[in-house]
């Protein structure tokens, strides 16, 4: 049976949510990363996927400024290295190499892989929205990646206050 | 270290992943459901999703005509119901009745909330966008409810093939 509640306390249900690393790089060369929880596929051939990025975040100037972006799904031990990427700004620290994160070349775009990740996604962006207060980058995958490890996990938000943990079916 | 791989390939690898059931009420009074796997949270105030609606469902003609939905999370024993919502097609078949789907009147749409869910979101349609293959509906929740039963947990598809299961931390 239903309960009427706030519509803040019912969202508090959504969990486990996917979270996500996203990497870009600035025409200057440097490299950024954030995390995102906000995510899902948006069409299937192509595959594309829309992301809620907050506007004021370096990572959204950077897409902006080029167009690009890779998708990273963190493994589930990539637990620190996710709330770091998550709770600073990349215009003062650098948040890869603050995070210890591992990257290497992608293949179509200038964002870098994240080398430790289940699988890259590399994006280019399509198009930028805004339906409600934050803006929705929608990007297409032209190129993708997997861990050679193929037993790796997701990383998920299993609660909130970010807490992040891989999980196991019942 | 990330090896490139077919982009079709790589997406294997992003279970567990959400998934809704959606229910609409034409103006014939009929309700109906859906499953949907491609959904997000579209803004923090006020709370939208934004869903993937193949344009070819009933529910997709539903929401144009009604601009109303309601977005449930199925619990973790919903697996059977969830099936049926996702694999036959709601002008053919009541849905709701085949899947045994027990229903309650919402506060400010016309379609049904699913009494068993963990929680059920009202939503305003408010745009329909087509980056790539698949329509995006956006909703605003104007209300929402969750079980009176609080430790219920959501169903996740957690593997291709539509393999659902509730899911726990490691």
């Keep these: 049976m239903q309960r009427h509640v706030d519509i803040d306390k019912a969202i508090e249900r959504k969990y486990p949510e996917q979270v996500v690393l996203v990497t870009s790089r600035g025409?200057?060369?440097?490299p950024n990363v954030m995390a995102v929880g906000w995510i899902c596929v948006a069409s299937g051939e192509p595959i594309m996927f829309i992301l809620g990025i907050d506007e004021d975040s370096h990572t959204f100037e950077l897409i902006r400024e080029t167009k690009e972006f890779v998708?990273?799904?963190p493994h589930e031990f990539m637990k620190d290295e996710t709330l770091i990427a998550g709770s600073c700004h990349g215009?003062?620290?650098?948040?890869?190499?603050?995070?210890?994160l591992n990257t290497q070349s992608a293949k179509k775009v200038k964002a870098p892989l994240l080398s430790d990740a289940v699988a890259n996604f590399e994006c280019e962006m399509i198009d930028i929205i805004k339906p409600g207060d934050c803006a929705l980058v929608i990007g297409k995958v032209?190129?993708?990646h997997v861990n050679t490890d193929p037993l790796l996990k997701r990383l998920c938000t299993v609660d909130k206050g970010h807490?992040?943990?891989?999980v196991r079916p019942i």
């Design 27 to 30: 025409k200057d060369g440097k």
């Design 71 to 73: 998708v990273a799904y």
């Design 91 to 100: 215009d003062e620290v650098d948040k890869i190499a603050k995070a210890g």
């Design 142 to 144: 032209v190129a993708a």
């Design 163 to 166: 807490e992040l943990a891989g």
